[in-house]
């Protein structure tokens, strides 16, 4: 088991220091309010991954429009160009 590159006989330490420093009627409180930062971390990390690629199939749409616009546009411009060369 390692979460957080911490494996289990470190977690233990942790819990032990944690039960002597806080007490055992305070760590479950502290144990919910972690839980739910980590909740809030992770949604905001959805989130952001979610708008990251909302704005790069937006940007990759945008190319590939360009893409297929320019060859007709290039070709819209070189009729002009043979007319001025005769």
């Known amino acids: 088991m390692n979460i957080f590159g911490i494996g289990l006989p470190e977690m233990a330490v942790i819990m032990i220091v ?3 420093i806080f007490g055992p009627k305070k760590l479950p ?3 919910r309010s ?3 930062a980590i909740r809030g ?3 905001a990390s959805k ?3 979610n708008e990251f690629q909302k704005e790069a ?3 990759e749409e945008a190319v590939k429009t360009s893409a297929e616009l320019e060859p007709k ?3 819209a411009v070189k009729p002009n160009t043979d007319t001025v060369n005769s």
């Open 18 to 20: 944690a039960l002597l």
């Open 29 to 31: 409180e502290i144990g």
């Open 34 to 36: 972690m839980g739910k």
């Open 41 to 43: 971390f992770q949604e």
């Open 47 to 49: 989130d952001f991954q």
């Open 57 to 59: 199939a937006q940007l």
């Open 73 to 75: 546009q290039i070709e």
